[in-house]
């Protein structure tokens, strides 16, 4: 390998009392041959690489890297179920509160119809809507709140 070099003379030593040489030796550039560059591939720049392939041949670094992936698949699956777990008991929670709003919503029609009966039991429509509305209250929220229900155990 050869380095060049350069001289470049300072302030410095023109002054009294400094210490600095005249001339300074600055590096201008170097030039290096391809089996050098070769001998610096193989000995520095692939090392992380050449360490990698021989751990891979070591018996230590295989057990070591088996218990690894085994502990992060089990790490997984566990994240997997409790993430599982958090997604049914979101929807139960949906379910719930869904069932419940359909509920006073039906009560609220139910008691509206009931307390106004002089006025709307003229009209053809208000049989069906009572009829409808009791049916309605007692199996749509009755079975979501089961299912609800069943999905928290």
């Not at 085994?70 to 997997?80: A, D, V, W």
Request: with cysteine; net charge positive; proline share 3%.
């Amino acid at each position: 390998m050869s380095l060049i070099f350069y001289y470049v003379v300072t302030e410095a030593s023109t002054q009294q009392g400094s210490n600095l040489p005249g001339k300074r030796e600055v590096l201008q550039g170097f030039t290096v041959t391809q089996d050098e560059n070769n001998w610096l591939d193989e000995d520095f720049r692939n090392i992380p690489c050449q360490l990698k392939s021989k751990l891979k041949e070591c018996p230590d670094f295989q057990i070591i890297s088996e218990k690894r992936k085994l502990e992060n698949e089990k790490l997984k699956t566990e994240s997997e179920i409790k993430s599982e777990f958090e997604r049914k008991k979101r929807i139960s929670t949906i379910k719930y509160t869904s069932s419940l709003f359909i509920f006073f919503v039906l009560m609220g029609s139910l008691l509206y119809l009931s307390f106004n009966k002089d006025k709307l039991e003229k009209k053809p429509w208000y049989d069906l809507a009572v009829n409808s509305v009791y049916t309605v209250l007692f199996v749509i929220p009755g079975s979501l709140l089961a299912k609800a229900f069943s999905d928290l155990k």
